[in-house]
């Protein structure tokens, strides 16, 4: 017969509180005892004042399934496909979850426990610590995919925790299965920010040696519940503060709550604030700090217990905002301030967020979000679309001249110094001061402003931003220039030639000072960047008819080079052909079609006054209009079909003397299209040119191309 004991307050919830009442060693043999009657006579364990009513449901359902105790945990694995997709999925749960856990890694090895993060669907996802000790899976390397639901091991503290919406913590004769007898089992549920359960998060013990009682196994049981349950909430806290700033002001109220409600938390949300490289205060309702995160602390240059009880107005210039902010729940979004840290001034963005009690009239306190400009900047131009794409071998061409360009622009690129990019239009100026950027300080912003396309009565404003008020129609806080966004980046300005010329006075100054101040403003920022210039005009000649500032120039052209136009690169026209082919043809899903003798002829004869960006479109033009797989002269742009002198920029035009070319030229061209399209494959080539691989070889070596 089943020991019946006394019966506890409750039976329907996992929580500590419950457990801590009947959690002895009278309650662990009853337990046994009851599981006992249950297998070898059939007793609904329903009927006993200890089991709890879900374990109970639990062990009924598995054996009215006909599933023994003895027959369980069965090896299922996803396979490696889908084992692929489930872990793309869960990617930031995972990287989240492995970051909190890392620092218990140890603890865990030698201490004989087990983590897991286990899916919605019983799918492993990550595990920690000593498993080759748990008997069913001690010769596993890895336990990643493998499938732990009802129907491979019994019922289990994650598949229930996941059904209850609560954390659950199974003592070993409450499992199903005869081989976690000896072990206790504590999980608590992940949830997204929909309140849908994601996963789970288990914590295994070891296999104890003599479970009917260790004098420390209520304690030791309650506080690793407590401790899966603290370390949940900081998961679901950092995937917040991952996913949006919105989302960061209810982690924050989470992360207090749980610092109230579990002693043990408290440390998972300094681990968890950690994470963050912005500076994150709470105030209460008069504006006292109550709490920091390790970034504000060495933003105010103060310890945590320093900083306590310090109020926040005391940091701060402009006290007019916080007060709304908490007085009437006003929110701040990135508004420009400056703090007061010690005797130094320091400008830094505010978000403000007022928290509330249940009722929304009355404000508590507010979370105060600190950033840096220069982070946001940065964002900022990368939203703004200025972004650096390419790099050095991004531009296409074997000929000597552009070889010779490329070279020199990589050694530039290594420099601080300003660059001035030369070239007729269409040349690929942008690509190069890309491609400089990128090779010397690709983490920092790449802030492009073509000084042509900008009004004259805004290009001041775009390149030093104003302060707020400065103008009618400027916004309210101010915004952030040109210059100030490529702080420690590069600042590309192209058409540089078309900048007004008492602008240029202005950013000189800027050059020379490493120092901008806004429209309208009365302070000075620093700033740290590199110029890359560009034109298409004479600006020599423009100095000498004051059409540009002498001192501007010499300061932007300490780097100078020159960008050879298309018509001196003849022999990188089919290879530029085939390129643009290639790469509208896979953008679009088109097949690429070949060009035709007269149609190459014709490429090969045109001048070229547009240059690259002409070819590019013009091969465009040609895939669009052709309906066959082969580009003929009446597919080209008409401007092609008319006499090339007009739209030439070069005195000396092609003659009819000159449309003859050499066979070499056709046989260099033909080979280097072919390498293109056969991906350099010397066989493949071959094969297409009807040509023995020595041959092919040597007409390389021949006409020097490379590889």
């Not at 449901?57 to 496909?81: C, F, H, M, Q, Y």
């Not at 003659?655 to 280097?672: F, Q, S």
């Amino acid at each position: 017969m089943c020991i019946v004991c006394q019966k506890p307050d409750t039976n329907d919830s996992f929580s500590s509180n419950n457990r801590d009442k009947f959690f002895s060693k009278e309650s662990w043999k009853n337990i046994q005892q009851c599981r006992m009657n249950f297998f070898e006579y059939a007793e609904d364990p329903r009927n006993s004042q200890y089991i709890d009513k879900e374990v109970a449901r639990s062990w009924i359902n598995l054996r009215d399934r006909g599933i023994s105790p003895n027959a369980l945990v069965t090896k299922e694995w996803l396979n490696a496909k889908a084992l692929e997709k489930t872990i793309e999925k869960n990617s930031l749960l995972i990287e989240v979850t492995n970051s909190i856990i890392k620092n218990f890694k140890y603890v865990m090895f030698y201490s004989g426990y087990i983590i897991y993060l286990i899916d919605k669907n019983g799918i492993i996802l990550l595990q920690e610590g000593d498993w080759e000790s748990l008997a069913p899976f001690s010769e596993q390397k890895s336990l990643t995919g493998l499938i732990v639901n009802d129907n491979s091991m019994g019922n289990s503290s994650h598949m229930l925790c996941m059904y209850l919406k609560e954390p659950v913590q199974l003592l070993g004769p409450e499992h199903y299965s005869a081989a976690f007898q000896n072990n206790i089992a504590s999980a608590t549920p992940l949830f997204d920010e929909h309140g849908e359960v994601i996963a789970s998060l288990v914590l295994l013990s070891k296999a104890l040696v003599n479970p009917t009682w260790e004098d420390s196994l209520p304690r030791l049981s309650l506080h690793t519940l407590g401790l899966i349950t603290a370390m949940g909430v900081a998961i679901e806290t950092q995937i917040k503060l991952e996913k949006s700033n919105d989302n960061l002001i209810i982690a924050n109220s989470n992360l207090k709550q749980v610092n109230e409600s579990l002693e043990t938390s408290y440390n998972m949300l300094e681990a968890t604030l950690a994470f963050t490289d912005e500076g994150l205060i709470t105030v209460d309702r008069f504006g006292d700090i109550t709490h920091m995160n390790q970034k504000a602390s060495r933003i105010l240059r103060l310890t945590h217990s320093e900083a306590i009880s310090r109020n926040i107005s005391d940091f701060l210039t402009d006290k007019s905002f916080i007060t709304k902010a908490l007085n009437c729940g006003e929110p701040v979004s990135y508004r420009e301030t400056i703090f007061k840290i010690g005797k130094s001034e320091e400008t830094y963005l505010l978000t403000i967020r007022s928290t509330h009690s249940q009722d929304p009239k009355i404000i508590r306190g507010a979370v105060i979000r600190i950033v840096h400009p220069d982070k946001i900047n940065a964002l900022a131009s990368l939203r703004a679309g200025s972004q650096a794409k390419f790099g050095f071998n991004d531009i296409i061409g074997d000929c000597n001249e552009i070889k010779k360009v490329k070279g020199i622009a990589q050694r530039f690129s290594l420099s601080s110094e300003n660059i001035l990019l030369i070239g007729e239009s269409g040349t690929g100026k942008e690509l190069f001061a890309q491609a400089i950027h990128n090779n010397y300080c690709p983490q920092g912003p790449f802030v492009a402003i073509n000084c042509a396309s900008m009004p004259r009565s805004l290009i001041e404003s775009e390149l030093f931003g104003y302060e707020g008020g400065s103008f009618t129609g400027a916004d309210s806080q101010g915004r952030p220039g040109k210059i100030e966004l490529a702080n420690g980046g590069t600042l590309f300005l192209d058409e540089i030639g078309d900048m007004p010329y008492e602008v240029q006075a202005v950013l000189l100054r800027v050059l020379e000072d490493k120092q901008v101040m806004r429209v309208g403003g009365k302070r000075y920022q620093e700033v740290d960047f590199r110029v890359v210039a560009a034109t298409n005009r004479n600006l020599l000649k423009m100095v000498k008819e004051n059409q540009f500032r002498e001192d501007l120039y010499y300061r932007l052209s300490v780097l100078r080079i020159s960008i050879p136009p298309l018509r001196q690169r003849e022999h990188d026209v089919l290879l530029l052909c085939q390129y643009f082919i290639h790469t509208y043809c896979d953008k679009t899903g088109r097949s690429k079609p070949q060009m035709s003798p007269a149609a190459v002829k014709k490429i090969l004869e045109y001048n070229w006054p547009g240059n690259v960006r002409q070819l590019e479109n013009a091969i465009i033009y040609a895939i669009n209009i052709t309906q066959s797989d082969v580009i003929n002269v009446e597919h080209l742009p008409y401007e092609m079909l008319e006499d090339d002198r007009e739209f030439s920029n070069d005195k000396n035009n092609i003659t009819e003397t000159e449309e003859i070319l050499p066979l070499r030229v056709w046989e260099e061209a033909a080979i280097k299209s072919t390498l293109l399209k056969s991906n350099n494959s010397i066989a493949h080539a071959a094969s297409i040119l009807q040509i023995s691989k020595s041959t092919l070889y040597r007409k390389i070596k021949e006409y020097n191309i490379a590889l």
